[in-house]
């Protein structure tokens, strides 16, 4: 099989990365989930006690930072100086110190460039909020996927309750909304379907339904 790429982006919790780790799965591709690597960085900040807000503190930090990926099993490992992460970043706090940190230009800048590189190397599934429009401009497919906040909210609910987590699902409703808001409005890469993406609401759909959906539409643009 040739060298290919799939971009996908959306919102918070529309599906992204458990359709994308299906979809890498069943094309044998590596999966990056590039959320975590902005959660690493919001992590450190937090456990630092800064203030995720502040550009020219973050950006000070930067090269105190160390942020890589590593498969380990099948699975991908975030290391921040090289410690596993992997523990720590699922949090609905960490997702919100990770949307912080990422409207700062120099925090943008240092993981674009690694996720590049990653994609240079091999056939990538990768997710995120600017792949299809910053990291992989030219990449061989790109789906935007969305899904209602309410409906998102749910999924993140059973998410968290499943792991034990408490959580309030109108909070993590509002939650969700801002993030989304943020993430849409930030100067910097905001998050925008790319002109040329297909558009799949998932809002109705299972995830069987989701995957199958996204294999006609590689197959359809890759001929594979
Ligand atoms: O996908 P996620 O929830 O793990 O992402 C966490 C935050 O990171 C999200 O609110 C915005 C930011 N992010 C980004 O700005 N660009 C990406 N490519 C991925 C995530």
Redesign the pocket.
Known sequence: MKKINIAI?GP??AG??TIARALAKDRNMVYV???????AI?LYCSRKGMDGTDAAAVEKELDNIEVSLAYENGEQVVYLNGENVNGF?RTPE???M??A???HTAV?TK??EL?KALAEKTSVV??????GT??LPNAEVKIYLTASSAVRAKRRYDELTAKGMECDLAQLQKEIEE?DY??MT?EV?P?KKAEDAVELDTSSLSIEEVVEAMQRIVAEKTGE
């Open positions: 982006d918070a919790g992204k990365s989930d590039t959320g975590a690597m902005y959660r919001g970043i960490a997702g919100v990770a949307s940190v990422s409207v943008r993981l674009v996720q990768m997710d995120g909020r600017d792949i910053v990291v993030r943020r993430d930030r890469s998050l």
